[in-house]
């Protein structure tokens, strides 16, 4: 039997820059300047919300605390809705109505009640004397006590969730044809970070002349988070146009849109928590992926918050905080492209173990490093002398290297290993099995880490100003553990992945 190979459709640097089609550009443009609009929006969202709660609230503590009181009930509350009206409204109308419910949102919280806050919440002196009675429970009166803050960053985390990751995608898939998605789908991503990047520019940018403005009641900081939440809202209208733009005058065209290209799939059954654990406890396999998952959010979380919080201590304003955020924004797109470009290369070239393992390396050597200026401060001042920092200033700026790379190689390298993983295995055991995996990695990925961090706060910082200086030393010990089973299990499923292509090889020979 002969196996005929299809000869590429774009060559040179036209296949890596530029696989579109000149009859496509009319199809590919609108969608990925979604992707633009969607990702310029998550960037300037994360940044704020990090940048108010630090400021608000005094430290990255409760941020742990929004995550797992606040983040984690109004998603599940947003899944369940968006589940009903998916049973009354079409396509369409859920789309512009799950778009709105954050344009509203928005627009109520930064110019109808912004300029109220102080009478909608306790003051921050207050809130403290409260928490003080009881030192365990401290971050969590000053999370409630400034909800106001705490629902913006929740909503502010939900727009990654349900606009890019549920709405977009689910539309992409919807109109995308297979041979349209190998092509399309790496160039959305691609041009989804320069909105990224521009986002972090127009943070920077806004910072001098949110200085230069005065308003009575406000604050260089709240002036800067009204500032970017204006071209927030302008792009969330962009992003809606634009969608109905492609389901007008895309999808009417044949050239580029036929429902029997695109087969709608069999509806999944919708697995629960319970169910996907014990599909996941059935297969070793599944279990190796899970402890990929879990092992990135967790160990990625407890280092990112503790660098957030001196983040917090080392830059004194709201704005200042933004415009920090804004930079690693426009650092983080730049080398996550980057890496995006290499990051096949590497798997082509090196295989499957080199590219799944250089994720946890970069997070354990960044993380390292990062935890040694905060637990060796004394035995680095030689180092501070040399470069001209302060011991803080070093930290923020280690941290900020952490950040980038553990970002861009889960973006280039993480994330394409973790699916290549699934390739070998049964379609059922393929479809479920990434379903379970996403359930359960999903929330204890994200919550995980959060409710060690508050875990150790509670019990051992409890209500101390400065409570990551208090709890470093374990949370390195943490991630250091988390970091052996990740290598035992990349070790494993490295040979489990190979024994089970090879499989797979012999029954399609046989066949």
Same mark, same amino acid.
């Not at 009166?141 to 929740?154: D, E, P, R």
């Given at each position: 039997?002969?196996?005929?190979?299809?000869?590429?459709?774009?060559?040179?640097?036209?296949?890596?820059?530029?696989?579109?089609?000149?009859?496509?550009?009319?199809?590919?443009?609108?969608?990925?300047?979604?992707?633009?609009?969607?990702?310029?929006?998550?960037?300037?969202?994360?940044?704020?919300?990090?940048?108010?709660?630090?400021?608000?609230?005094?430290?990255?503590?409760?941020?742990?605390?929004?995550?797992?009181?606040?983040?984690?009930?109004?998603?599940?509350?947003?899944?369940?809705?968006?589940?009903?009206?998916?049973?009354?409204?079409?396509?369409?109308?859920?789309?512009?109505?799950?778009?709105?419910?954050?344009?509203?949102?928005?627009?109520?919280?930064?110019?109808?009640?912004?300029?109220?806050?102080?009478?909608?919440?306790?003051?921050?002196?207050?809130?403290?004397?409260?928490?003080?009675?009881?030192?365990?429970?401290?971050?969590?009166?000053?999370?409630?006590?400034?909800?106001?803050?705490?629902?913006?960053?929740?909503?502010?985390?939900?727009?990654?969730?349900?606009?890019?990751?549920?709405?977009?995608?689910?539309?992409?898939?919807?109109?995308?044809?297979?041979?349209?998605?190998?092509?399309?789908?790496?160039?959305?991503?691609?041009?989804?970070?320069?909105?990224?990047?521009?986002?972090?520019?127009?943070?920077?940018?806004?910072?001098?002349?949110?200085?230069?403005?005065?308003?009575?009641?406000?604050?260089?900081?709240?002036?800067?988070?009204?500032?970017?939440?204006?071209?927030?809202?302008?792009?969330?209208?962009?992003?809606?146009?634009?969608?109905?733009?492609?389901?007008?005058?895309?999808?009417?065209?044949?050239?580029?849109?036929?429902?029997?290209?695109?087969?709608?799939?069999?509806?999944?059954?919708?697995? %629960?928590?319970?169910?996907?654990?014990?599909?996941?406890?059935?297969?070793?396999?599944?279990?190796?992926?899970?402890?990929?998952?879990?092992?990135?959010?967790v160990s990625v979380n407890l280092i990112e918050v503790s660098w957030k919080?001196?983040?917090?201590?080392?830059?004194?304003?709201?704005?200042? @905080?933004? %415009?920090?955020?804004?930079?690693?924004?426009?650092?983080?797109?730049?080398?996550?492209?980057?890496?995006?470009?290499?990051?096949?290369?590497?798997?082509?070239?090196?295989?499957?173990?080199?590219?799944?393992?250089?994720?946890?390396?970069?997070?354990?050597?960044?993380?390292?490093?990062?935890?040694?200026?905060?637990?060796?401060?004394?035995?680095?001042?030689?180092?501070?002398?040399?470069?001209?920092?302060?011991?803080?200033?070093?930290?923020?700026?280690?941290?900020?290297?952490?950040?980038?790379?553990? @970002?861009?190689?889960?973006?280039?390298?993480?994330?394409?290993?973790?699916?290549?993983?699934?390739?070998?295995?049964?379609?059922?055991?393929? %479809?479920?099995?990434?379903?379970?995996?996403?359930?359960?990695?999903?929330?204890?990925?994200?919550?995980?880490?959060?409710?060690?961090?508050?875990?150790?706060?509670?019990?051992?910082?409890? %209500?101390?100003?400065?409570?990551?200086?208090?709890?470093?030393?374990?949370?390195?010990?943490?991630?250091?553990?988390?970091?052996?089973?990740?290598?035992?299990?990349?070790?494993?499923?490295?040979?489990?992945?190979? @024994?089970?292509?090879?499989?797979?090889?012999?029954?399609?020979?046989?066949?």
């Open positions: 039997m002969s196996v005929t190979k299809t000869k590429p459709q774009f060559s040179g640097l036209r296949g890596i820059f530029w696989p579109i089609h000149s009859f496509e550009v009319k199809k590919f443009l609108p969608m990925a300047l979604m992707m633009f609009c969607a990702l310029y929006n998550y960037t300037v969202l994360r940044n704020s919300k990090d940048a108010i709660v630090l400021s608000e609230m005094g430290d990255a503590a409760a941020i742990n605390i929004c995550k797992l009181l606040i983040t984690l009930p109004l998603a599940t509350l947003f899944f369940v809705l968006y589940s009903k009206m998916s049973n009354s409204l079409s396509r369409q109308k859920l789309f512009y109505t799950c778009t709105m419910i954050f344009v509203v949102f928005l627009s109520v919280w930064g110019f109808l009640l912004y300029p109220f806050r102080d009478y909608l919440m306790a003051d921050m002196e207050t809130l403290r004397s409260v928490g003080q009675v009881v030192p365990p429970l401290y971050w969590v009166v000053i999370t409630f006590g400034k909800w106001f803050y705490a629902l913006y960053y929740a909503m502010a985390e939900l727009w990654g969730s349900v606009v890019v990751s549920l709405l977009f995608w689910q539309f992409a898939n919807q109109i995308t044809r297979v041979s349209e998605a190998t092509r399309y789908y790496a160039m959305f991503g691609l041009i989804g970070n320069f909105g990224g990047m521009l986002a972090g520019g127009v943070m920077q940018w806004t910072k001098p002349l949110s200085e230069a403005i005065v308003i009575s009641g406000y604050n260089a900081g709240d002036v800067h988070t009204l500032m970017n939440l204006i071209p927030v809202i302008l792009f969330a209208f962009v992003f809606m146009y634009l969608y109905r733009f492609t389901n007008t005058s895309v999808m009417s065209d044949p050239r580029l849109y036929d429902p029997a290209d695109v087969k709608p799939k069999k509806k999944k059954e919708k697995m %629960s928590l319970g169910d996907s654990m014990k599909l996941i406890l059935s297969s070793k396999y599944l279990m190796l992926i899970l402890i990929l998952v879990v092992g990135y959010g919080s001196r983040v917090s201590s080392f830059f004194p304003d709201k704005a200042a @905080k933004s %415009s920090f955020f804004g930079q690693f924004a426009v650092l983080n797109a730049f080398v996550t492209i980057i890496f995006m470009l290499i990051g096949q290369n590497i798997v082509r070239v090196w295989g499957w173990f080199v590219a799944a393992i250089l994720t946890p390396i970069m997070i354990v050597t960044t993380g390292a490093i990062f935890f040694t200026t905060i637990l060796a401060e004394d035995l680095l001042t030689w180092l501070y002398t040399l470069l001209g920092a302060s011991p803080l200033m070093l930290s923020v700026y280690v941290g900020l290297f952490f950040q980038v790379f553990s @970002k861009s190689t889960k973006y280039s390298l993480f994330d394409a290993t973790k699916e290549m993983s699934y390739i070998p295995l049964s379609d059922e055991l393929k %479809s479920k099995g990434k379903a379970a995996v996403d359930v359960v990695g999903g929330r204890l990925g994200k919550s995980g880490g959060a409710l060690i961090q508050s875990l150790m706060i509670a019990t051992i910082a409890g %209500s101390a100003l400065n409570p990551y200086d208090v709890i470093a030393p374990y949370l390195f010990i943490f991630v250091i553990a988390i970091m052996v089973v990740w290598f035992y299990a990349i070790g494993k499923l490295s040979i489990e992945f190979k @024994k089970a292509n090879e499989a797979k090889e012999k029954e399609s020979a046989k066949a």
